[in-house]
C-alpha cells in the first residue's frame, strides 16, 4: 500500500501535464478538433500528424465514458452522504451524522 501513494501522484502527474503541455488543435475545413495527448510540435508551433475518424471516434467515447463516470460518482456521493444523515442508525457519532444532530433540541417550556 506504501507505494500506491506514489503511483497516485505518477498518476496525477501525468495527467496534469498530459493536459496542460500537450492540449493541440487539429483544423478541418469545418470544424476543429482539441484534445492532448504526446508529440512533437513542429517549427511552428503546430502539431503535424494527423489522427483517422476511427481515433477520433475513439477519444470522442472515452471523454463520454469519463464525463459519465463522473457523474455517477457525483451521484452516488450525493445519495451516501444523504443516506448517511437521515436514515442510518443514529448508533455511532460521525461528522456527517453531526450535521444532522447538532443542538436540534427544543428548549423547555412551559404553558400555563
Ligand atoms: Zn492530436
Known amino acids: 500500500m ?3 501513494k506514489y503511483l497516485l501522484v505518477v498518476l496525477f502527474m501525468s495527467y496534469y501535464v498530459g493536459g496542460t503541455a500537450f492540449t493541440h488543435t487539429h483544423y478541418f475545413p469545418t470544424y476543429s478538433i482539441t484534445h492532448s495527448h504526446p508529440f512533437l510540435p513542429g517549427a511552428d508551433g503546430l502539431p503535424h500528424h494527423t489522427h483517422s475518424s476511427t481515433a477520433f471516434n475513439t477519444i470522442q467515447e ?40 447538532i ?3 427544543a428548549p423547555p417550556f412551559c404553558i400555563k
Open 62 to 101: 472515452l471523454d463520454d465514458i469519463m464525463l459519465e463516470a463522473a457523474a455517477l460518482c457525483f451521484a452516488l456521493a450525493t445519495a451516501w452522504v444523504l443516506l448517511a444523515v437521515f436514515i442510518q442508525q443514529h448508533k455511532y457519532i460521525t461528522p456527517v451524522r453531526l450535521v444532522r444532530n
Open 2 to 4: 506504501a507505494i500506491a
Open 103 to 105: 443542538n436540534l433540541r
